[in-house]
Nanobody, 127 residues
Framework: QVHVMESGGGSVPIGGSLRLSCTVS????????LAWFRQVSGREREGVAF???????EFYSDPVRGRFTISQDGANTMVLQMGSVKPEDTAMYYC?????????????????????WGQGTEVTVSL
């Protein structure tokens, strides 16, 4: 059974940094598409960072490119390093993994392609 759990959310001041972690059990990270999504109440879930472990290819959405970094930390942990945060980064952040297949190379892999999800960790950017 696959279990996905995020941690590290909280309140961070504008311009600050925050590190989110995602631990996945029951699923190998070898040649796996991993991602971070975020969602604000009443809006669609938005993919912000993607990593295909098979090639190391990364993709970022326009709003976070240059500020956020996705990486693998060990055999079963994924990290989202958030920097220079803005009020619009306030959201619930979710970790996700595809069951099979690579991430899209030059665009966001849609949420519907991901089989495994965590419960989310909340990030609030404060004044």
């Amino acid at each position: 059974q696959v279990h996905v759990m995020e941690s590290g959310g909280g309140s961070v001041p504008i311009g600050g940094s925050l590190r989110l972690s995602c631990t996945v059990s029951g699923l190998s990270f070898a040649s796996r598409c991993l991602a971070w999504f975020r969602q604000v109440s009443g809006r669609e879930r938005e993919g912000v960072a993607f990593l295909y472990t098979g090639s190391g290819n990364e993709f970022y959405s326009d709003p976070v490119r240059g500020r956020f970094t996705i990486s693998q930390d060990g055999a079963n942990t994924m990290v989202l390093q958030m920097g220079s945060v803005k009020p619009e980064d306030t959201a619930m952040y979710y970790c996700a993994a595809r069951d099979r297949g690579a991430c899209y190379l030059a665009s966001a892999t849609p949420a519907s392609d991901f089989a495994y999800w965590g419960q989310g960790t909340e990030v609030t950017v404060s004044l």
